[in-house]
């Protein structure tokens, strides 16, 4: 299996640029996670989809942020307008289980740099 | 109060030693715990889980659990410089009834020849 798949894997942009983020889960998983990790704040969870539907997007910084997942293997995250405050490492996980705990994929990130 | 909470060393140990990583977490209806490992510039991986009370050992790794105390601990014998990377703790919030991990900020542990 290929892992969990996000491109790109480095993003530069300027302040006000989108950003859109791709992340393809491993396959036959129904759980798919958005994670922003920064030094201060550690690894925050933005949002998660089970079956391709949004179940808590409470971790959503604002409403720059957005993520869609059309199907069951395409995953988006985007941040328009971008701010430098952005800045960040964002990860894609996936699992195939729910309840009382799983194991949750993790992708190689896509490192984001907002000047 | 954070909802998982370890301390951000870095922890130090000569190679050879035990290292002791330790996570605790608020809500009392938690009902399974991870210890994730992340490489420097790398993603994080699952190294360990635990849902019961006690010990539950892997190869050198062994994850220790008390719920009365709301206390999570990862023990690592014979620890080695690849053992030098940040260690997550991570935590199902049963009482939310989701499916999502809340993760601590991590403990650096750096092993030295």
């Known amino acids: 299996d290929a892992g969990v798949i996000q491109s790109p894997r480095h993003e530069v942009t300027e302040m006000g640029q989108e950003v859109t983020l791709r992340c393809k889960p491993i396959s036959g998983h129904d759980y798919l996670f958005w994670y922003r990790q920064t030094m201060m704040r550690g690894l925050e969870l933005l949002i998660y989809f089970n079956n391709n539907v949004p179940i808590d997007d409470s971790g959503m910084p604002e409403d720059r942020f957005s993520a869609k997942m059309p199907n069951a293997s395409f995953s988006t995250l985007k941040i328009q307008p971008s701010e430098p405050r952005d800045s960040a490492v964002y990860f894609c996980?996936?699992?195939?289980?729910?309840?009382?705990?799983?194991?949750?994929?993790f992708g190689p990130g896509t490192r984001l740099t907002v000047t | 109060q954070k909802e998982v909470e370890q301390n951000s060393g870095p922890l130090s140990v000569p190679e050879g030693a035990i290292a002791s990583l330790n996570c605790t977490y608020s809500d009392r209806g938690s009902q399974s715990f991870f210890w994730y490992r992340q490489y420097s510039g790398k993603s994080p991986e699952l190294i360990m889980f635990i849902y019961s009370n006690g010990d539950k050992e892997d190869g050198r790794f062994t994850a220790q659990l008390n719920k009365a105390s709301q206390y999570v601990s990862l023990l690592i014998r014979d620890s080695q410089p690849s053992d030098s990377a940040t260690y997550l703790c991570a935590v199902n919030p049963r009482f939310y009834n989701t499916d999502k991990l809340i993760f601590g900020t991590g403990t650096r542990l750096q092993v030295f020849p």
């Open positions: 996980a996936s699992s195939s289980t729910g309840g009382n705990g799983y194991e949750q994929y």
